[in-house]
Every structure is written in C-alpha cells, then in structure tokens.
C-alpha cells in the first residue's frame, strides 16, 4: 500500500536555528499538508498545499514557517529561527481530495518529533 | 478555536465488550467526518468515515453514527479486542473547503 514517508524521525536543535522536515508524499496525489501535536494536545492544521501554493493555513503558520515542493516528489516545511514552543510531532499528509465519492481522507506520515533545546 | 471536540481523554473496556468513542462538532458547515487511529510513534491511520447525507456506516467491527441535530458523532468498536488500543482522532471537514479539523483524542484502552 501506498504511504507517505516522512524523515528525519527525529530532529533535535538549538533555539534559533532553522530547520527542514521532509516529506515524500502518496504520487499521484495532489493536496498536501502539515500538521503538528504538541505533546499531550490536539493535532493542529499547519497548512495546505495544492497546485504549487499555499490554499490554506493556519494563525500558527507565522512568517518563521514555509513550504516548498523543490521537485516532483519532495515536500518540505521550513521553519527559519526556531523557538521552543515549535517542539512538537510534526505530521505530513496528503490527500486524494477531488477524487470524489467518499473517499477523500488524509494518509500521514509517521512524523517528525522535533525537539527545541 | 476548538470545532471538534472529544471531551472523554481516555476509556477503558474489557475484551469482547463495546467500546463507544464520542465526538462533538460546533461547525454546521461540516459535511463530512473521519476517524483516525494513532499507536505511539506512528502517524495517524485512517479508520472509517460519513458523509452528512447518511447517519450510520459500517465496516466490519466498526460502526460510525452522525446525529446531524445534535452536532455529535460516535464511534462504536465490537467486539473490542487489545490490539484496538489506541489513541482515536475524530476529524471533520466542509464541503467548501480542503482542510480536516482533528479533536484532541481520545486514548482507548482495551483490557485482555
């Protein structure tokens, strides 16, 4: 079966650097997104991607956060000066959205713990 | 702003009995409700889903019910088997838009 791949599983860094979360999605499908879980909180939207931009996003997706799909496969999110409350789960999805029916859902990645130091 | 909500943290039930998850949703735009099923350290799965126009679907051991008036979706799992512990996402989306609004979980514990 088909699934989206996330690495690293894990990423440690110091307060105020950058980091990139990487993310293959499912191939043919066209909406991608970010999600996070604070530890012991609710999974939170980041934002979605379709069509090469950003169709949606979240209060949470400041300026410190992007997105870019640099080729056909890849999806990644940015985010460029760390703080300590970006330590969370990070979680990629993709959609079949627009297939129609009932079948559209979200397929996760197994995520990307971040941990903020 | 929470839309979804899962009021009940965790739940606890022995092998073989029922095990009912609830969910409640504030946005009448929702048109369409999943639930997902996350073991620790891996991504949430995908389990079942409606559609507003039905009230019920079924797969196997699983049954979602919508009651649209009330705002409230409920999962019901039976018989209940240990490998169902888990921690369980309800999720809602609109038809106008491509973006899932997930609870806060709710973490299932099936006792052997």
């Known amino acids: 079966e088909p699934e989206v791949t996330q690495t690293p599983s894990h990423q440690v860094t110091q307060m105020g650097q950058e980091v990139i979360l990487r993310c293959v999605p499912i191939s043919n499908h066209l909406y991608f997104y970010w999600y996070r879980q604070i530890l012991g909180q609710k999974v939170e939207f980041l934002v979605s991607f379709y069509n090469n931009e950003i169709s949606e996003k979240s209060e949470i997706f400041d300026d410190q956060f992007s997105v870019e799909r640099p080729d056909g496969s890849n999806f990644t999110l940015k985010i460029r000066s760390t703080k300590l409350e970006d330590s969370a789960m990070y979680f990629c999805?993709?959609?079949?959205w627009g297939s129609g029916g009932l079948n559209e859902k979200l397929f996760f990645g197994s995520g990307t713990q971040l941990s903020v130091l | 702003d929470q839309q979804v909500k899962q009021n009940s943290p965790s739940l606890s039930v022995q092998e073989g009995r029922i095990s009912i998850l609830n969910c409640d949703y504030t946005n009448s735009m929702f048109d369409y409700f999943l639930w997902y099923k996350k073991y620790p350290a891996e991504g949430p799965t995908f389990l079942i889903s409606i559609s507003s126009i039905k009230d019920k679907n079924e797969d196997g051991r699983f049954t979602v019910f919508l009651n649209k008036s009330a705002k409230h979706l409920s999962l019901h799992i039976v018989p209940s088997q240990p490998g169902d512990s888990a921690v369980y996402f309800c999720a809602a989306s609109a038809y106008n838009g491509n973006q899932f609004y997930f609870g806060t979980g709710t973490s299932l514990t099936v006792i052997p």
């Open positions: 999805a993709s959609s079949d």
